[in-house]
Structures are given as C-alpha cells and as structure tokens.
C-alpha cells in the first residue's frame, strides 16, 4: 500500500523547472532513496512532500492527504530532519527535545514519555542535561533525528542525517533508521554516499534536471548496467565515428553503450566474452585506446552513467 504518492509534479521559479513531471510511490513502511546531483531538483522534491512549498502543477499526497490541499494534516504525520543542525546550542539535549515537542502540540508525562523514548532511541539519555555546544557533531546529528521522532510521525524526510559524522555515529544512526522503519514509519533517505543508500535502501530513485531518469530496487537498477558489468574505454581522437555505437552495441553480450567526450562506456552482460569484439570493432573504426577499465555493476557507476557527474559536485 502506497503512503506517499507523487503524480506528474512541477515546480517552477520564472521558467525554469526546479522540478519537471515527477512521479513516484513509495510503499508504507519503505525506506526510499532519492539520489541525484546537486541542482537535480531533490530538496524542492522534498520541500513539496512537507509541505514547505507549493508545485506548480501536479499533485502529491501522503497517507491520502493532499500536500496543498490538506498541508496542516500532512504536517501532524510527517517528521522532516534537515541536513543543517536545527539546535540551539546553549540548551540542553533535553531542553532542546522539550522546546520542539511542545511546537508539535505534546506536553505533561506525554512529553516527558516521549522524550525519554527518543533519548534512549538514539543512545543518548545519560547526555540529556549536557548543553548541545559539548556535543560532538554525531551526537548533534542524532540529537536532531530524534527532534524529528516526537510526534511518532508515520512519514519521516532525511535530509543527509549523516553529513559530517564519524564512522561510529553514523552506525548509530542506521541503527536508529531500522528501528524506526520496524515500528511502522515509512522514511524518505537522501544522501552523497552511495554505500549508505546501497545498504538501507528498499527503493531508489534517480533524479537529474528536475525529472526521475530511473527509479527501482538496487537489483533492478544494476541490471541497467548489465550482470557482467561495464566496460570504460578511453579513446581517441574524442568523440565516436559516425555508426560505432550501434557496430558495438551489436556485439556478443553488449547490452547498452553510451559516449562522453573521450570516453565509451560498454554495458554488458559478460565483459570477459564482450571485450574482444568491441576492441576489434574500435580497431577497424580507427580509433586509438589510451586506458581501458573493467568494473563490477555498482549504484555509484550507474548514477555517473545516468547522470555524467559524480554525486558530490
């Protein structure tokens, strides 16, 4: 059962399409990767679902409830968690959960249950009279994930919750992640690491210029790049003679090609018996190979094949 539905969203600053005809579902109890580069429309994608911006055009809903119509609704059942710390510094750790919790209307033992129940969460009730200023930046991170889990919301947006943390902190917080998905919340994950959207992940979307160019489980997506892997062919002179593409992609096993500048990427479902035609083929065409790389299907491969840029420019 769908909790989240995007249908056909736009958003649109003058002319320009922050975001263009996205649509996706995400499934309750889902933890849903959106993955794109920078500018590729995820944080206005994001900003839509909690309500913090309007669209243009399409519609959205989360748990039947229309994020324009019914955006008061939408806010009492989402949680949303910011890349930026959202905590003030002189408070302390309990304080600071106190102050947001009473923002989301609790209050009494109520308050001072839930509390309780997000410090021992994210392992940091013996910390809760320490100021925030002393904590370290993975202890802020989990601090500010809890903010986000006061009011038990059935949706909850992580905006890079990981940004900055040391290697243990950031166990911690997956910890968290798994458990809060296993009490019933359905969480939508941004993030620049690729290992951690590999690991978390149910369902992962990629966007770039303000539109999902592909959208699946991890399995489904690496199969875009072929189960043998992808062939990466440095050439010259740069650029493809007219009909090498097609000369190639009717090679054994080759599955998909695309060019970039200099560069041919050969997606194949057996690299070992697909090399060797390809490499004839290039040869006859004329053109020179100055390195050549053999590597295993990976979200991080497929994302810079889709894309043509790493994730964290």
Same mark, same amino acid.
């Given at each position: 059962?769908?909790?989240?539905?995007?249908?056909?969203?736009?958003?649109?600053?003058?002319?320009?399409?922050?975001?263009?005809?996205?649509?996706?579902?995400?499934?309750?109890?889902?933890?849903?990767?959106?993955?794109?580069?920078?500018?590729?429309?995820?944080?206005?994608?994001?900003?839509?679902?909690?309500?913090?911006?309007?669209?243009?055009?399409?519609?959205?809903?989360?748990?039947?409830?229309?994020?324009?119509?019914?955006?008061?609704?939408?806010?009492?059942?989402?949680?949303?968690?910011?890349?930026?710390? +959202?905590?003030?510094?002189?408070?302390?750790?309990?304080?600071?959960?106190?102050?947001? &919790? %009473?923002?989301? &209307?609790?209050?009494?033992?109520?308050?001072?249950?839930? /509390?309780?129940?997000?410090?021992?969460?994210?392992?940091?009730?013996?910390?809760?009279?320490?100021?925030?200023?002393?904590?370290?930046?993975?202890?802020?991170?989990?601090?500010?994930?809890?903010?986000?889990?006061?009011?038990?919301?059935?949706?909850?947006?992580?905006?890079?919750?990981?940004?900055?943390?040391?290697?243990?902190?950031?166990?911690?917080?997956?910890?968290?992640?798994?458990?809060?998905?296993?009490?019933?919340?359905?969480?939508?994950?941004?993030?620049?690491?690729?290992?951690?959207?590999?690991?978390? /992940?149910?369902?992962?979307?990629?966007?770039?210029?303000?539109?999902?160019?592909?959208?699946?489980?991890?399995?489904?997506?690496? %199969?875009?790049?072929?189960?043998?892997?992808?062939?990466?062919?440095?050439? +010259?002179?740069?650029? /493809?003679? +007219? &009909?090498?593409?097609?000369?190639?992609?009717? @090679?054994?096993?080759?599955?998909?090609?695309?060019?970039?500048?200099?560069?041919?990427?050969?997606?194949s479902s057996n690299s070992a018996r697909s090399l060797p035609p390809v490499l004839?083929?290039?040869? @006859?065409?004329? /053109? @020179?190979?100055?390195?050549?790389?053999?590597?295993?299907?990976?979200?991080?491969?497929?994302?810079? @094949?889709?894309?043509?840029?790493?994730?964290?420019?």
């Amino acid at each position: 059962m769908s909790i989240v539905q995007a249908d056909s969203l736009v958003k649109k600053y003058g002319g320009i399409a922050a975001v263009d005809g996205v649509s996706f579902s995400i499934e309750k109890g889902q933890i849903f990767g959106l993955l794109g580069p920078n500018g590729a429309g995820k944080t206005t994608t994001i900003s839509i679902l909690s309500t913090f911006l309007e669209p243009t055009g399409g519609e959205a809903a989360v748990d039947g409830l229309s994020v324009r119509r019914q955006a008061g609704k939408v806010r009492e059942i989402i949680g949303f968690v910011p890349q930026e710390i +959202a905590l003030y510094p002189t408070l302390t750790a309990l304080q600071n959960l106190k102050f947001y &919790g %009473k923002m989301y &209307g609790l209050g009494g033992a109520l308050l001072d249950e839930r /509390c309780r129940d997000v410090l021992e969460l994210v392992e940091l009730w013996e910390r809760r009279h320490d100021n925030i200023e002393k904590f370290s930046g993975g202890m802020k991170r989990r601090i500010n994930l809890g903010a986000g889990l006061l009011h038990g919301p059935r949706f909850l947006l992580l905006d890079e919750p990981t940004v900055g943390v040391d290697p243990q902190s950031r166990e911690h917080i997956f910890d968290t992640i798994f458990k809060i998905r296993d009490n019933g919340a359905t969480i939508l994950y941004t993030s620049h690491y690729m290992e951690e959207v590999e690991l978390l /992940c149910d369902h992962i979307a990629i966007m770039d210029r303000g539109k999902v160019i592909a959208s699946g489980t991890l399995k489904e997506l690496l %199969k875009m790049l072929g189960e043998g892997g992808v062939i990466e062919l440095e050439v +010259a002179p740069p650029g /493809c003679p +007219a &009909g090498l593409k097609e000369k190639i992609q009717g @090679q054994q096993e080759v599955t998909a090609t695309r060019s970039e500048d200099n560069k041919l990427f050969v997606s194949s479902s057996n690299s070992a018996r697909s090399l060797p035609p390809v490499l004839k083929v290039l040869e @006859q065409s004329g /053109c @020179q190979i100055s390195s050549l790389e053999l590597y295993a299907p990976s979200l991080e491969k497929l994302f810079i @094949q889709l894309t043509g840029k790493e994730l964290r420019e």
